[in-house]
């Protein structure tokens, strides 16, 4: 029989007070995964495989944070010339519930266009995600475009 082990323990105070204990147990059956569990002071206690923790825990990172920085790729391509800036921004945070494109839209279309000297002119216009910060990842590579 192995030799018990103690298992990892993170605790925390929450802003009301209240703790909550996260552990890990790995002395689980064979061809089990380990349990991340998560007990709070009212002796509530779920449980998680190490990837859905890893989800949970990546779902709590992006409903905590409020803005994010990203570097874009937008393009403004003219009758006459085609105009490729890369901008690093700082924008708002899509929300899990938040369609992308809408998101992409509301935050990123801002940085098209070349100016009045263009106004009237038609253009197709794209905005490209190349870099977006840990837990965003899934927004790298997205593109959007319009013609107007």
Wanted: hydrophobic share 40%; net charge negative; proline share 7%.
């Amino acid at each position: 029989m192995p030799a018990p082990h103690a298992s990892p323990v993170t605790t925390t105070a929450t802003r009301s007070g209240a703790r909550v204990v996260v552990t890990r147990t790995d002395d689980v059956r064979d061809g089990t995964e380990p349990i991340i569990a998560v007990m709070s002071d009212s002796a509530d206690i779920m449980a998680f495989t190490p990837a859905t923790a890893l989800d949970l825990a990546r779902m709590l990172a992006r409903a905590a944070t409020t803005e994010i920085a990203v570097k874009i790729r937008v393009t403004n391509s003219y009758p006459d010339a085609t105009f490729t800036h890369v901008y690093d921004v700082t924008v708002p945070a899509p929300r899990d519930d938040e369609y992308a494109d809408d998101w992409c839209y509301d935050h990123l279309w801002q940085y098209t266009g070349e100016g009045p000297q263009y106004a009237n002119v038609p253009a197709a216009y794209e905005v490209e995600i190349l870099s977006a910060p840990i837990d965003f990842e899934h927004l790298i590579g997205l593109k959007v475009d319009s013609y107007g």
